[in-house]
């Protein structure tokens, strides 16, 4: 899973997937680098694990030959990092025919809750191109 993201988003943020199951999955993200100019980690770089990890989650539960496409991502955030990584991990809400939704949950190294996102997928048949 880590060496099929070389050279786009998840890449680029140093996101590293730990765990990558039908039940849930996790991944990891450094802090440093993916800051605001105060030093504090930016919500937009929670946003983007959070939607990784549940794309993730979705593209498993579409199954072979299926896509899973993001339609809704909303995020509380809830405190800030300044060092070390935050872990995103993802588990169904509702797994449909059509529709998965995931919450994720983002915590810092101590455990403590960092940000909560929903993501809602449409799932879809492949097309053949």
Avoid at 28 to 56: C, D, K, W, Y
Avoid at 77 to 89: I, K, L, M
Wanted: aromatic letters at 4%; a neutral charge.
């Amino acid at each position: 899973m880590n060496a099929s993201g070389t050279g786009h988003l998840p890449d680029r943020m140093g996101i590293e997937f730990l765990e990558v199951t039908a039940e849930k999955v996790v991944a990891r993200m450094p802090v440093e680098g993916n800051t605001q100019p105060f030093g504090l980690l930016h919500g937009g770089a929670s946003v983007v694990l959070a939607e990784t990890v549940g794309s993730i989650a979705a593209m498993f539960a579409a199954g072979e030959g299926r896509a899973a496409v993001g339609i809704e991502i909303s995020a509380t955030h809830h405190r800030s990092a300044r060092s070390g990584y935050v872990t995103g991990t993802a588990t169904p809400l509702h797994l449909g025919r059509t529709l998965a939704t995931y919450q994720i949950e983002v915590v810092d190294d101590e455990g403590r809750r960092v940000c909560t996102s929903r993501l809602t997928c449409m799932l879809r048949d492949q097309r053949n191109s």
